[in-house]
C-alpha cells in the first residue's frame, strides 16, 4: 500500500503560481511512478503531469506544458503551476503506480493509489 497526501491548494489570481505537494508513504516510494490528475466541476478526472520513478521521465498534458513542472525528492512530489487561468480551477489528485514499465503511464486506470484532492480556485 501507498499512502498520499496532497498540500497546496488554494486560491490564486489568474497568472499567479502555486506549489501542489504529495507526501508519499507506505511501500518504497521510489519504486514508483507518480501523477497528478484534477478533475473540474462537472467534468471527468483528466490526466495533467506524470514523472517516473528515477525522476528522470516526465510528461505534461498540453494545456498545462510550459506552464506545469512535475517534480519529485525522496517521498514528495510536487507540481509547480506559473501562470495560472481560471481553466485551471479543479481538485487536484496525486496518483502512484509501481513502475513496473520503463515509461511511466497517463492512464488515469494505471493507477491504483491516490490522494484525496487540494483545491484549487484561479480567480479571474
Known amino acids: 500500500q501507498v499512502q498520499l497526501v496532497e498540500s497546496g491548494g488554494g486560491l490564486v489570481q489568474t ?51 510550459r506552464r506545469f513542472a512535475i517534480s519529485r525528492d525522496k517521498n514528495t512530489v510536487y507540481l509547480q503551476m506559473n501562470s495560472l487561468q481560471p481553466e485551471d480551477t479543479a481538485v487536484y489528485f496525486c496518483a502512484a503506480a509501481f513502475a513496473s514499465e520503463s515509461i511511466p503511464s497517463r492512464l488515469e486506470g494505471e493507477f491504483p493509489y491516490w490522494g484525496q484532492g487540494t483545491q484549487v480556485t484561479v480567480s479571474s
Open 15 to 65: 497568472g499567479g503560481s502555486l506549489t501542489l505537494s504529495c507526501a508519499a508513504s507506505g511501500r518504497t516510494v521510489s519504486d514508483y511512478h507518480m501523477g497528478w490528475f484534477r478533475q473540474a466541476p462537472g467534468k471527468d478526472r483528466v490526466f495533467v503531469a506524470v514523472i517516473d520513478s528515477s525522476g528522470r521521465i516526465a510528461s505534461y498534458a498540453n494545456s498545462v506544458k
